[in-house]
């Protein structure tokens, strides 16, 4: 009997031991990444190549002495990841937001890399030869409880980090085509309610307030024209539709953000509009079939924008509801 209990204390602690680190209140490089992956090789175009998204987490990074440097507080998941090949002198990361940031890096061969306040607040980590393989990252932020939004950016070239985010990664940031982050589900629940409507229905214009933006990168799903941005796997809302009418418009009216808007149709279709007037969306569904249209507010950067989403049959827009 002893010898039994021998035996299984013996295992449960060879159990434990081979436990993932994130289970014992570590980064678990092998979990899902926040913030969506990249295949990339040598000689990328274009380069830099930018994502955005937002720092911070629970874990205390300075306690698992991962290295120099590796400091700040980051979720247990990554919150990008890179799959590397091809050989190149040198690859660059580095993040870029208005407040203090850390980086670290699991690199292919399961060692840590890590770097704090490179330039002013902002970390770079610098791999030599990199190795072919996949390098898991995070971004830290310095003080606890910080969520920093910023853009995480990749690199072969020496460049200096930019000051000027939005001009720089202008021509960028839509042509990613590389990153993934998800899927949209028609299925879901839809994150601010639904609605019955049929021809008539009043009031009219219908008004939701909602939040734009989310964590799948929209842009390289391919859906359609002016199908962008960044949108949550959830419709923001849906509409149960019935009747005959020459026209139902759907826009969006925020305080000023980049916003998109994605509408998917009974018949399977993707109508979607960027800019229609200034940053704000508007779709036209023409002759609207009966049935349901989920519908995303995106964004075009990795930000939130509050807002009103309107569904009207009049000719009006964002200039006459504001």
């Known amino acids: 009997m002893k010898k039994l209990s021998f035996i299984l204390a013996l295992l449960a602690v060879l159990i434990l031991a081979a436990l993932p680190v994130a289970a014992q209140g570590g980064l678990d490089p092998a979990a ?7 295949r990339l090789e040598a000689g990328f175009v274009p380069d830099p190549f930018v994502v955005g998204l937002s720092s911070g987490g629970d874990i205390d990074v300075s306690t698992l002495g991962l290295g120099d440097n590796c400091l700040g507080y980051a979720t247990a998941a990554p919150d990008f990841r890179l799959t590397w090949s091809g050989q190149t002198a040198t690859l660059r990361l580095f993040f870029v937001s208005n407040e203090d940031s850390t980086l670290i890096v699991n690199l292919p061969d399961g060692s840590w890399a890590c770097n704090d306040d ?17 390098y898991n990252i995070w971004i830290g932020s310095y003080n606890q409880g910080n969520a920093n939004p910023g853009y995480l950016f990749i690199t072969e070239s020496n460049q200096s980090v930019p000051t000027n985010i939005l001009s720089t990664v202008a021509g960028v940031f839509n042509s990613s085509a590389a ?9 879901a629940e839809p994150t601010f309610g639904e609605v019955n409507l049929a021809a008539g229905f009043t009031p ?23 199908c962008l941005g960044y949108a949550s796997v959830a419709p923001d809302y849906r509409i149960n539709w019935s009747g005959s009418v020459p026209n139902l418009r759907v826009f969006f009216a925020g305080e000023g953000a980049d916003t ?30 009966d049935g349901t249209y989920n519908i995303w507010v995106g964004s075009f950067l990795m930000t939130n924008e509050r807002g009103t989403l309107y569904i009207t049959t009049q000719n009006i827009d964002q200039t006459n509801v504001q």
């Open 32 to 38: 899902e990444p926040n913030f969506g992956n990249a």
């Open 118 to 134: 490179f330039s002013g607040l902002n970390p770079l980590v610098e791999v030599a030869a990199p190795a072919a393989g996949t």
């Open 179 to 187: 990153l993934t982050g998800g899927t949209l589900d028609l299925t």
């Open 204 to 226: 009219d214009p219908q008004s939701i307030a909602v939040v734009s933006g989310g964590r799948v990168y929209v842009t390289p799903l391919n859906l359609g024209q002016g």
């Open 260 to 289: 998109t808007l994605l509408i998917h149709t009974p018949d399977g279709r993707w109508l979607c509009n960027d800019d229609f007037s200034g940053f704000s969306p508007l779709v036209d569904i023409t002759s609207p079939v």
